[in-house]
């Protein structure tokens, strides 16, 4: 049975920092470009960050770029997401993500790209 959970998630302060990860079972996420994308009431799913199944290159979301970090071991069948200087419009439920063609040659960004999910895990950013 193929699984992702993400854990970690709660509640900080604006500019706070929270780290998020994302730990697979049942398929091995060295075959996986993986990707963090976010859903709050007020937006549909957005596209947050991606890494390469070999961690070699990143993509990030404009309105995170330099303040998330993604990354990955794959050792430990697991993906992070660390969040630094968050703001209340980060608030969300993030969830993790398989691309479902394993290793394409560039990350993606469209939801529909992706087949395996987590159920999410909640951030909330008080003001």
């Known amino acids: 049975q193929v699984q992702l959970q993400e854990s970690g998630g709660g509640l900080v302060q604006t500019g706070g920092s929270l780290s998020v990860s994302c730990e697979a079972s049942?398929?091995?996420?060295?075959?996986?470009?993986m990707a963090w994308f976010r859903q709050s009431p007020a937006k549909e799913r957005e596209f947050v960050a991606a890494?390469?199944?070999?961690?070699?290159?990143?993509k990030y979301a404009d309105d995170v770029k330099g303040r998330f970090t993604i990354s990955r071991d794959n050792m430990k069948n697991t993906v992070y997401l660390l969040m630094n200087n968050l703001q209340p419009e980060d608030t969300a439920v993030y969830y993790c993500?398989?691309?479902?063609?394993?290793?394409?040659?560039?990350?993606?960004?469209?939801?529909?790209?992706?087949?395996?999910w987590g159920r999410g895990t909640q951030v909330t950013v008080s003001s």
């Open positions: 890494i390469t199944a070999s961690s070699s290159t990143t």
């Open positions: 049942g398929l091995a996420l060295t075959n996986y470009h």
């Open positions: 993500a398989s691309d479902r063609l394993g290793k394409p040659l560039t990350l993606r960004t469209p939801a529909g790209d992706y087949y395996y």
